[in-house]
């Protein structure tokens, strides 16, 4: 049996929040135990149940499962800070968007708001199933467009790994290895994102 290793992490809540949103982090290094197509359909579909602004549902995801040739495109298009550590993973994702309306070609300004709400759900039902998840911004956007042959109306924003929680921090070079093992995690403060009237002077 793969032995599991937890690394501990401290999330200093200043009110009381859901436990399974206090628990989420995204690690470097994930466990070995391989996701299964069933495992990926039923963290889509949780994504699938997102709202979206009048319901369009602009996100669309590449994916692929460790030891496949979609894997290894998809790791081809992560930059090299994320190739450094994203093999660890057992799926990798493209995420990318629909920049327009489906019924012209205005701009969907909300496009990219709206992935990131499938990606909450997607994070969350991920996570309540023991699988950790860990979002790139470091990707290759224009290799990707042209590996995948997205047309013009797509923009690529993001890959993400996925893997089981219990990764062994062995597996990162030292620098990784010791934010891995950082246990404290860090917010800013309400006060600097919430305001109870005008936005003036705020930074
Ligand atoms: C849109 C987005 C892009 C990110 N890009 C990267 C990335 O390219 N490489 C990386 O190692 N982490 C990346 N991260 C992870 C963040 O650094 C991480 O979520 C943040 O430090 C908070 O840590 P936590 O998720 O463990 O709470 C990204 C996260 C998001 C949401």
Redesign the pocket.
């Known amino acids: 049996m793969e032995n599991i290793i937890s690394v501990q992490k401290i999330t200093p809540v200043a009110h009381p929040i859901l436990d399974s949103i206090k628990k ?3 690690p ?1 290094a994930f466990a070995q135990t391989p996701i299964t197509e069933n495992q990926l359909h039923i963290i889509l579909e949780a994504g699938r149940w997102a709202p979206s602004a009048s319901n369009i549902q602009p996100w669309r995801v590449l994916w692929g499962l460790k030891g496949t040739e979609m894997y290894d495109r998809i790791f081809n298009c992560l930059d090299d ?2 190739q450094s550590w994203a093999g660890n993973a057992q799926m990798l994702w493209i995420n990318a968007f629909k920049k327009t309306m489906e019924k012209n070609e205005k701009e969907n300004f909300h496009a990219l708001h709206d992935l990131g709400l499938f990606m909450g759900n997607v994070i969350h039902q991920a996570n309540s199933m023991g699988i950790a998840v ?5 990707v290759k956007f224009k290799q990707a467009l042209s590996e995948f042959k997205f047309s013009e109306d797509y923009h690529v924003a ?1 890959a993400v790994a996925f893997g089981y929680f219990g990764g062994d921090p062995d597996d990162l070079n030292e620098d990784l290895k010791k934010q891995e093992l950082k246990q404290l ?1 860090e917010r800013k403060e309400q006060s600097t994102f919430a305001f109870n009237g005008n936005f003036e002077n705020k930074k």
């Open positions: 989420r982090w995204s470097r800070f994320n860990h979002q790139m911004a470091g993001t995690r």
